[in-house]
């Protein structure tokens, strides 16, 4: 767990695994893309606010979020997601919703070459989000799965990234630096992996940018 102080109040970040996180604020606890694979749910506090990057198995997964879900827990979705009770935001790329004063932006994230065995993109354009959480000018950007794209060079001011880097899905080691080296954040987490060089990720990142690993 890592802990940074904000205009709004200090967070704290856990990396369960896979793309799941945990951003505790406030006595508020949020998700991002919780997946069973990824850790077990069980023994977690429970959420205030989840967010769900597009509707992939391992980022949409009920088996995870019913152990953590209360009758007051508000679920911020794709579009691909959509509206399955009055506790479900539906955000477009492009729009915002404010949580108790923690705005969350949806963001573009998709795939550009990548594609299925049927030659279909694995993430179109305009279906899944990333997400950028404001607490109050500190910015989180959750990348959901992507690949690097043009929206990216207008995506600034970051202080912590959370980036996938795996194939087919998202992105090559020298992709992940890209994104990295184009949005510069204070903090980056590699999400989303199945192996990682550290060594060398980290000799390829412009300076400034501190990568962070295994932080449960």
Known sequence: MDSYKTPLGEIKITVIGHASLLV?????????????????????????????????????????????????????????????????????NGESYNYEGLMIHA???????????????FHPRGVGNGYILDFGGFR???????????????ITGIDIAFLPKNLPYTMTDEEFVQVANTIRPKYLYPIHYFELDVAKLIGMLDTGITMIVNNK
Request: negative net charge; without cysteine.
């Open 24 to 92: 505790e604020w406030n006595g508020k606890y949020i998700y991002s893309d919780p997946y069973s694979e990824a850790g077990d749910f069980s023994g977690r506090e429970k959420a205030d606010l989840i967010l769900i990057t597009h509707n992939h198995y391992d980022h949409y997964d009920e088996s995870a979020w019913s152990k953590i879900v209360t009758d007051r827990t508000i679920f911020v979705v794709s579009q691909d997601v959509g509206k399955v009770s009055d506790r479900y935001v539906v955000l477009k």
């Open 140 to 154: 989180l950007y959750v990348a959901g799965d992507t690949e690097p794209i043009p929206e990216m060079k207008h």
């Open 107 to 121: 963001v573009h994230a998709y795939n550009v070459n990548r594609r299925n065995e049927a030659g279909e993109l």
